[in-house]
C-alpha cells in the first residue's frame, strides 16, 4: 500500500477505533464490518438490545465512545455464536463484544446497577475460587446481590 494510501485511511480512522484497535480483544476487526445486519438479525437477544452488533461497530467507527463503552449491550452476549458463523467477513462478533465489556470494566464506565455485568462479575468470582462453578453458592450470591 503507497503512503499516500496509507494517509488517506488513517483520515479517516477516528481516535476511538484506533483505540479499540488498540485495547479490545480482536478490536482490530471492527473495521471489516460492511454493516450488512446479519448478526444484528442472526441474534436471538439483539432485538431486545439497545445496540445490536451491527450498531456497535458502526457506533465505534463513528466515534461514539461515551454511549459504546456506557451500553449495556456487550452485556448481554450469551456467547452463541449465531452471529459469528453467519458474518459473511468472518469477525468475531462474540469476541469483540466481550472484550469491549471487559474494557469498559477496565476503565470504570459500567453503568451501575447494571445486572448482566453484576452476574458477569459474580460468576467469574465464583468460578476462580475453586477452578469451577459452585452452584449454591452463585445462586446465594446472585440472591444477595442488592444486600439482605
Ligand atoms: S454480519 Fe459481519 S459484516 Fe455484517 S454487520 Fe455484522 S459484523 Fe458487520
Ligand atoms: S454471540 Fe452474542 S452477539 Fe452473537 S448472536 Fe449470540 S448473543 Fe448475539
Not at 31 to 56: D, F, R, T
Not at 91 to 105: N, S
Not at 126 to 148: A, I, Q
Request: charge should be positive.
Amino acid at each position: 500500500m503507497s503512503e499516500m494510501n496509507k494517509a488517506m485511511i488513517e483520515q479517516y480512522r477516528n481516535s476511538f477505533l484506533s483505540e479499540v484497535e488498540a485495547n479490545v480483544e480482536e478490536g482490530e476487526w471492527v473495521k471489516m464490518c460492511m454493516q450488512c445486519g446479519v448478526c444484528s438479525g442472526s441474534c436471538p437477544l439483539g432485538k431486545h438490545w439497545a445496540h445490536p452488533p451491527q450498531e456497535i461497530f458502526m457506533m465505534i467507527r463513528a466515534g461514539k465512545r461515551d454511549e459504546v463503552l456506557a451500553s449495556d449491550s456487550m452485556w448481554m452476549c450469551t456467547s452463541c455464536y449465531n452471529c459469528v458463523v453467519r458474518c459473511p467477513r468472518q469477525l468475531p462478533i462474540t469476541h469483540i463484544m466481550h472484550g469491549l465489556a471487559t474494557y469498559a470494566k477496565k476503565l470504570g464506565l459500567v453503568p451501575q446497577n447494571q445486572p448482566t455485568a453484576k452476574f458477569a462479575e459474580i460468576f467469574w468470582n465464583n468460578m476462580m475460587k475453586k477452578g469451577r462453578v459452585n452452584e449454591l453458592k452463585l445462586g446465594l450470591s446472585l440472591y444477595f446481590k442488592d444486600g439482605f
